[in-house]
């Protein structure tokens, strides 16, 4: 129902800052969580950020605070992780993720485990340099 396709991602430098974008496409609701989870190599994929569609109540791995955002914009069916102050140990794919099952607008509670997210984009490659 919900196709998900990333972009943004590339190389830089610590201490810089990189926009990744999420665009969704097919049968989505307002009451859907979308996620930023990443992925190191030989790590298992983590939390980063969720917002909330309709209320745009965010949510952020204790890891990001301070130095990511994640938004959207409803009319362009986009969600948005502006990532500042990069560190190295941020070097990861980055997945966009849907949560089909509403979780957030029923328990006010946004899921933090991949395995709650219905819905993946192919992942963009973030690397950090130091």
């Known amino acids: 129902q919900v196709q998900l396709v990333e972009s943004g991602g590339g190389l830089v430098q610590a201490g810089g800052s990189l926009r990744l974008s999420c665009a969704a496409s097919g049968r989505t609701f307002s009451n859907y969580a979308m996620g930023w989870f990443r992925q190191a190599p030989g790590k298992e994929r983590e939390f980063v950020a969720a917002?909330?569609?309709?209320?745009?109540?965010?949510n952020y791995a204790d890891s990001v605070k301070g130095r990511f955002t994640i938004s959207r914009d409803n009319a362009k069916n986009t969600v948005y992780l502006q990532m500042n102050s990069l560190r190295p140990e941020d070097t990861a794919i980055y997945y966009c993720a849907a949560d089909e099952s509403c979780t957030y607008y029923y328990t006010a509670v946004f899921p933090t485990s991949s395995r709650a997210y219905d819905y993946w984009g192919q992942g963009t490659q973030v690397t950090v340099s130091s």
């Open positions: 917002i909330s569609w309709s209320s745009g109540n965010r």
